[in-house]
């Protein structure tokens, strides 16, 4: 088992025939990601990839049963995309987009909320389930198939922490970005709540930042039902109040949001925390093995 | 982004909004002119992209032309220091010359996204031209909220329940119900981050007037409002920062001696603690984006040695959608163009790793070519300590 994404994932592309989205997909049907094909508005006919290109989501949905979707249109427009995935249907949609404005992502969030849809991203890296499917743009070889769930609020943070997990000998069930803009479809404890079910996943390595309180959120759900071992990293621990970090959502405002902070609350919490990012692996097989 | 207070108000004007009458000032001579035809009492208000003016001496009541004049010339040119500004504060280059105003009451409103229920929330208080977050840490009763869903958006009984809460009277409560969906309809059309008004003052003829004006942008959604755009002050930025942004690339300036080059915010974060962790320091964040061109790295190298506290650069990159080969002949060729003379310590991991190291390589160049990062971070630690 595993979550979100796997073998059996019917995958559409939006923004199919674009750069970043003829990049990424060929990369990921080189991983053997099933890609059913891909959706650009005024190129539905045409053969891209050797997939077939719809118009629209609902082609798509109709043609090829297609049941996750992933995101690269651009930003502006990106907000767009994932309404029309989710009012297709479309059961998980990732979107890589990064950008957004924040008042759409207002609408994308409250429509979503009336849906069955699940939402990762904005600005993520995607989701891979190692040996199974990548519905992302992480670099595939430093996965490895094993039992360590990942969710994180960054992207090449993400790269390096799989590495240094793989690096001790350990591979993951899942790796989920869910990414790092204010307003994001799932948060911590949204994956949790998947990793809590999935047999497969042991322990859940989960990669905070400053800003907002969603690992706060995430360390009292886990002491309350997450019976797995957890270990976290916070990074922007030396990040300035009042500085947009890189990610929109990364900032300290109003005396809110401080590494040190959401690193006590998960302490409190019976989570692991890693103060050097250098060490995530080796914290994570230590406890393991304890 | 942010805009001074003056151009806010001039955005609260074109939206309804009453905003004491008044115009902005470059030099004495112009604070005077304006000054005359609004006549006096004035207030001269610095106009820099910082709080806390008032303290700093950046704000003064002028009861007639002597002093008008007086504080003009006290004001344009002096540094405002705090906090906000960092050490070398930032020039006052203009001022806001307004009429004064009768204050009976003082509230405070503002407008910003709640990130966690996803949706516009509206705050207001009692407290007027207080900190808001002092406020609300002592006196959480006296901060009213109104969240905004989407599908509503601004309705009536908002702002009802809201003037009600307030205390205010029945004109008083039909010309605040106004305002708010007017501040509303601004932070909607314009993609606002935030709208505040500390105070929004109510006058002895019951009269509501922004007698401040704060209004900062959702850079994301620039691209949507040009006019917006043509607000931007570039002399209120760091200097290394505008031209970071424009090359895209996300540079935040510290003061440490490391400099770095990463990419993607959450590791750029990560290679700072970490080298803050073996008690090194950052002389800065720096990100240089998912999709990176040879030509962004280059400019992104430039702008980290012309930081004459750098005494070492730390280079780590995980290749995802950036391809480390791209990076690596993009140091290569800056660092030669550049003549770089520092120690450069550099960790190339992902996509196409192998061929990047080989380009550092047989480069000919003294990199320091790690592949563990924390190997890499003690490095640049300790040729940052030593002499």
């Not at chain 2, 030099?27 to 009492?41: C, N, W």
């Not at chain 2, 309705?155 to 029945?170: A, E, P, T, V, Y």
């Not at chain 2, 209120?236 to 300036?253: G, H, T």
């Not at chain 2, 650069?313 to 290749?319: A, D, L």
Request: proline share 3%; net charge neutral.
């Amino acid at each position: 088992m595993s979550i979100l994404a796997n073998k059996n994932s019917r995958v559409i592309v939006q923004g199919f025939t674009g750069k970043e989205g003829s990049f990424h997909a060929s990369q990921m049907i080189e991983y053997g990601t099933n890609i059913v094909g891909g959706v650009t508005p005024g190129k539905g006919g045409h053969t891209h990839l050797n997939k077939p290109v719809f118009n629209t989501v609902e082609e798509a949905v109709i043609n090829e049963g297609a049941n996750v979707s992933i995101i690269f249109v651009p930003a502006i427009f990106a907000g767009d995309a994932i309404l029309e995935a989710v009012n297709t249907g479309i059961e998980l949609v990732i979107c890589i987009s990064e950008g957004i404005p924040v008042q759409d992502m207002v609408k994308v969030k409250h429509y979503l909320n009336t849906t069955n849809s699940t939402l990762i991203g904005p600005n993520c890296p995607g989701v891979i389930t190692p040996n199974e499917a990548k519905v992302g743009i992480m670099p595939a070889h430093i996965h490895k198939k094993g039992k360590i769930g990942i969710i994180s609020r960054s992207g090449t943070l993400t790269y390096a922490a799989v590495n240094q997990i793989s690096n001790q000998g350990m591979g993951q069930s899942t790796s989920v970005g869910i990414g790092g803009d204010p307003i994001i479809g799932s948060d911590f404890v949204d994956i949790l709540k998947l990793f809590v079910k999935d047999e497969e996943t042991e322990a859940v390595v989960m990669i905070g930042e400053i800003g907002g309180s969603m690992e706060e959120k995430a360390a009292i759900y886990i002491k309350k039902h997450f019976n797995k071992p957890v270990i976290a990293f916070i990074s922007g621990q030396t990040a300035p109040p009042g500085r947009r970090m890189g990610h929109a959502g990364a900032i300290i405002t109003g005396g809110k949001g401080y590494a040190k902070e959401k690193m006590r609350v998960l302490k409190d919490n019976g989570i692991h925390i890693v103060e050097n990012p250098a060490e995530i692996g080796s914290t994570l097989k230590k406890v393991l093995t304890r | 982004m942010k805009i001074h207070e003056y151009q806010a108000k001039e955005l609260f004007k074109d939206f309804g909004i009453p905003v004491p009458e008044g115009s902005v000032a470059h030099t004495k001579e112009e604070v005077l002119e304006i000054a005359d035809k609004i006549g006096y009492p004035c207030v001269i208000k610095a106009q820099v992209h910082a709080g806390g003016r008032g303290k700093a001496g950046g704000v003064k009541l002028a009861k007639n032309r002597d002093e008008a004049l007086r504080f003009a010339e006290e004001i344009i040119g002096m540094h405002i220091k705090n906090i906000q500004t960092g050490v070398q504060g930032k020039k006052v280059r203009k001022v806001l010359v307004e009429k004064g105003v009768n204050i009976v009451n003082e509230l405070y409103i503002a407008l910003i996204i709640d990130r966690e229920k996803a949706m516009p929330v509206i705050i207001a208080s009692l407290e007027g031209g207080m900190e808001i977050e002092k406020v609300a840490e002592k006196h959480p009763e006296r901060i009213f909220k109104e969240y905004i869903h989407p599908v509503t958006g601004l309705s009536n009984f908002h702002n009802i329940r809201l003037s009600f809460k307030l205390g205010l009277n029945k004109k008083q409560r039909g010309i605040f119900s106004k305002l708010v969906s007017n501040l509303y309809k601004l932070f909607n059309e314009k993609d606002a981050s935030i709208v505040e008004i500390n105070p929004l003052i109510i006058t002895n003829t019951e009269e509501l007037i922004a007698l401040d004006a704060k209004v900062n942008f959702d850079d994301n959604a620039l691209v949507k409002h040009s006019d917006i755009m043509g607000l931007r002050d570039i002399h209120e930025e760091d200097p290394f920062e505008v031209e970071a942004s424009r090359y895209e690339l996300n540079y935040i300036k510290l003061d440490g001696n490391i400099g770095c080059m990463v990419n993607g915010a959450g590791l750029a974060m990560a290679t700072m603690d970490i080298l803050k962790y073996y008690k090194g320091e950052p002389a800065n964040f720096l990100d240089v984006g998912g999709g990176t061109s040879e030509e962004r790295i280059k400019e992104a190298f430039k702008i980290l040695i012309a930081d004459k506290n750098v005494k070492v650069v730390f280079i780590n990159i995980f290749g995802g959608i950036v391809r480390t080969d791209i990076v690596a002949s993009g140091v290569i060729n800056a660092a030669r163009s550049l003549n770089v003379n520092i120690p450069v310590v550099i960790v190339l991991r992902g996509t196409n790793e192998k061929q990047a190291r080989k380009i550092i390589d047989e480069s000919g160049l003294n990199f320091i070519s790690e592949i563990d990062f924390k190997k890499a971070a003690l490095k640049s630690v300790e040729l940052s300590t030593g002499d």
